[in-house]
């Protein structure tokens, strides 16, 4: 315990004493960041090029310590256009880094003219839900496969120009036709924005998680690769089994009835918040007041 004691006592002794606490918050902005890169590489294919790149600096390394001139003349040469090479081949990677950090929650209060602020056109009503829900289930009894994304804050205006536009009232009607076999509308995803399907055969972007299932098909993998890029929610309904799974947030929720579906649907509702009517009485003048 002493030993503690006096390890602490001549560790803090060390520690300049002009140290400010801005010095301090630095060093936390500092370390925040460098986790988020590690937790971001090791999520990503830079995590299979930083195992090289060590390979690399180690035996750049021995190279150095053996005095191995020319071998390090080249490195000197190449180092410039490497790492050029290196963000051309993490672009993908990159481009979604920085799709993730525009999603954030805090960009949305602090940036005032943020294209994805919440309006009253992304909302939907219960009436919506329920038709989402009983199309879904239609569909899976059928085994007819369906992708339907639900936009929330951030638009999705790139992947409807994708599709062709449809406009329309959201129905089970509706949506059961155009996911039916043999129609011109049934390939591709579904936009859905408030109560209305903007779009229908839309592309949408293939998800690289390597830990979804390999039993998954490109249904589901389109799915979850579009929950990624943005804050939607996705509906997929598996034409091979029917049954129904939900992707947010890059994360996929698997074997869904009606009910949970709708849980599901309701959690990303955000309905307004209906202000307390006023009751107003008019107090007359009694009987005898003056």
């Not at 690399?56 to 180092?79: D, H, P, Q, R, Y």
């Not at 890029?229 to 089994?241: A, L, P, Y």
Request: proline share 2%; charged share 25%.
């Amino acid at each position: 315990m002493f030993q503690g004691s006096e390890f602490i006592t001549t560790y803090l002794s060390r520690i300049p004493r002009n140290v400010r606490w801005v010095d301090i918050i630095e060093i936390l902005i500092i370390s925040f960041l460098f986790y988020q890169i590690l937790l971001w590489i090791k999520n990503s294919k830079a995590w299979t090029f930083l195992k090289g790149l060590v390979v690399i600096v180690v035996f750049i390394g021995i190279a150095s310590i053996c005095e191995m001139t020319t071998i390090l003349w080249i490195v000197k040469n190449v180092l410039g256009v490497a790492v050029t090479a290196l963000v051309v081949l993490l672009q993908p990677e990159l481009r979604r880094a920085l799709e993730e950090l525009g999603t954030r929650n805090i960009f949305k209060s602090i940036l005032p003219f943020d294209s994805g602020k919440y309006t009253e056109e992304g909302l939907f009503s219960d009436k919506t839900i329920y038709e989402i829900a009983e199309a879904c289930v239609e569909m899976g009894k059928a085994k007819t496969g369906a992708l339907i994304v639900v936009e929330q804050n951030q638009k999705l205006t790139d992947y409807e120009k994708t599709g062709i536009d449809i406009d329309g009232n959201i129905s089970s009607q509706l949506l059961i036709n155009i996911f039916e076999h043999n129609t011109p509308l049934h390939d591709g995803a579904v936009i859905i924005r408030g109560n209305k399907v903007v779009s229908a055969t839309c592309y949408l972007p293939l998800s690289d998680n390597r830990e979804l299932s390999k039993a998954l098909g490109t249904r589901h993998r389109a799915g979850v690769g579009i929950s990624e890029v943005s804050d939607s929610m996705t509906i997929i309904v598996s034409e091979e089994t029917g049954k129904i799974s939900v992707a947010y947030g890059g994360k996929l929720e698997r074997n869904l009835d009606g009910e949970g579906l709708k849980a599901k649907l309701r959690s990303i509702q955000n309905k307004p918040e209906e202000e307390p009517k006023k009751r107003f009485i008019w107090k007359g003048r009694s009987k005898g007041e003056k």
